[in-house]
């Protein structure tokens, strides 16, 4: 599953993108599973990470010489029994993170955090 989502990010993708993915692993919606990388990937100067934290929290970390963003959505707070649907977009201005769940009209959006190196 993993190097399927990855290999959406292309080398063009560094500086500026948008991915969407449907997230379906029983692994990542189990609370029992402690943590789950979803992908990690070097794309040019930049680092990309998506995972499902400890904190059953779906994290997007995106890590540049300069600064690293991260945007957090609370898998609690969205209805995932049929998976959750994702999207993941950055510019040289902002990251972002939505999730919805599989049947569920609206995406919760996160705005990433940003913190300079």
């Known amino acids: 599953m993993s190097a399927d ?3 959406l990010l292309t080398e063009e993708m560094e500086k500026i993108g948008k991915i969407s993915f449907q997230l379906t692993d029983p692994q990542v919606f189990n609370e029992q599973v402690k943590d789950v990388t979803i992908f990690y990937k070097l794309v040019g100067e930049s ?8 904190l059953f929290e779906l994290v997007f970390v995106h890590l540049t010489e300069d ?3 991260q945007a957090r959505v609370d898998l609690k707070s969205i209805n995932c029994a ?7 977009a950055w ?4 990251d972002t993170l939505a999730v919805k ?4 009209a609206d995406y919760i959006v996160v705005k990433a955090m940003q913190i300079d190196n």
Do not use: P
């Open 82 to 88: 049929g998976g959750a649907e994702v999207q993941l």
């Open 91 to 94: 510019d040289e201005k902002e």
């Open 47 to 54: 680092r990309f990470k998506f995972f499902r934290s400890n």
């Open 5 to 7: 989502i990855a290999g």
């Open 101 to 104: 769940g599989a049947g569920d």
């Open 67 to 69: 600064w690293m963003r």
